[in-house]
């Protein structure tokens, strides 16, 4: 049976444009019957996402910088004033300063490493202490993280580290916000082409070794990592939390 989200009201935050990993997951949490908020980055992408989130029949669209004081709070706000409930938020945000995330990270920056920390990282745990008091039923919370949290990757670099942080943080808050029946997930999906993507340097070579190191031999899509996000935050998959769910066809389990 595929999941059934009908209900259910989801925040999705980090779509960009139609490649972005976030709107095949909004995709498919639609498709499963949830209400949805989306948001944008600023006034420049808004005309990007406006379309989409048409297209998803978004309740509520809104605007979110994590970077900006306030943005965040006043988001939930919304959310609370609206909706007065949520059900799930996905989290499909990550940012470094090109200069650290292009240098070894025995070389980055004190400015570079809490930026890419704020944005990439803190802003779901944020998101996570915003989220919890709407979350009178329960809930699902995910991020979107990467094998190089795990292993070294070349060129990950500065967001290796960044995803280990991510990855723990949601072990932590899954064991503090089990007892709330608020389950937390990274979802790790193999490389995909996207704009945050084109920022690493040498991605496509990254891109066709992932594919040659998959079991299946193939790059994943948008809306298989949809498939599983919206499984996640579905009611069946209630026994599961604090969990890394890799989408990446196998690749991670080859050495
Ligand atoms: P994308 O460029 O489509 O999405 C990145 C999103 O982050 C954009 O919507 C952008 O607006 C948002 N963002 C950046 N700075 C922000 C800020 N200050 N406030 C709010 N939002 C901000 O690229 P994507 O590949 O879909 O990336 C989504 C997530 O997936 C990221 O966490 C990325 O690390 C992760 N991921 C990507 C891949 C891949 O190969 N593309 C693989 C594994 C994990």
Same mark, same amino acid.
């Given at each position: 049976?595929?999941?059934?989200?009908?209900?259910?009201?989801?925040?999705?935050?980090?779509?960009?444009?139609?490649?972005?990993?976030? !709107?095949?997951?909004?995709?498919?949490?639609?498709?499963?019957?949830?209400?949805?908020?989306?948001?944008?980055?600023?006034?420049k992408a808004r005309a990007h996402v406006q379309p989409l989130a048409e297209a998803l029949e978004a309740e509520?669209?809104?605007?979110?910088?994590?970077?900006?004081?306030?943005?965040?709070?006043?988001? !939930?706000?919304?959310?609370?004033?609206?909706?007065?409930?949520?059900? !799930?938020?996905?989290h499909s945000v990550a940012f470094a300063p090109r200069e650290d995330l292009h240098g070894r990270v025995t070389d980055c920056s004190r400015e570079g490493f809490d930026m890419a920390m704020?944005?990439?990282c803190h802003s779901f745990i944020r998101m996570a202490r915003h989220a919890e008091p709407l979350m009178t039923d329960g809930g699902a919370l995910m991020t979107m993280s990467y094998y190089g949290a795990e292993k070294v990757v070349d060129n990950y670099n500065l967001?290796?580290?960044?995803?280990?942080?991510?990855?723990?943080?949601?072990?932590?808050?899954?064991?503090?916000l089990g007892p709330g029946n608020i389950r937390v997930y990274a979802?790790?999906?193999?490389?995909?082409?996207?704009?945050?993507?084109?920022?690493?340097?040498?991605?496509?070579?990254?891109?066709?070794?992932?594919?040659?190191?998959?079991?299946?031999?193939?790059l994943v899509t948008i809306e298989q990592i949809g498939g599983v996000a919206a499984f996640l935050a579905s009611d069946q998959a209630d026994g599961m939390t604090g969990n890394v769910v890799y989408v990446d066809n196998g690749a991670n389990i080859v050495d």
């Open positions: 049976m595929p999941p059934d989200l009908s209900g259910k009201n989801g925040l999705v935050v980090g779509i960009a444009n139609d490649r972005s990993i976030a !709107f095949g997951c909004a995709a498919a949490f639609r498709a499963a019957g949830a209400d949805l908020a989306v948001t944008y980055l600023n006034d509520l669209f809104l605007p979110c910088d994590v970077r900006e004081p306030g943005q965040v709070r006043q988001l !939930f706000a919304r959310l609370g004033q609206s909706w007065g409930r949520l059900d !799930f938020l996905l704020n944005v990439s967001m290796g580290p960044v995803k280990a942080a991510l990855e723990a943080s949601v072990r932590y808050m899954a064991a503090e979802i790790s999906p193999g490389p995909l082409k996207t704009r945050a993507a084109s920022g690493i340097d040498r991605f496509d070579e990254l891109m066709e070794r992932a594919a040659a190191k998959a079991p299946r031999h193939a």
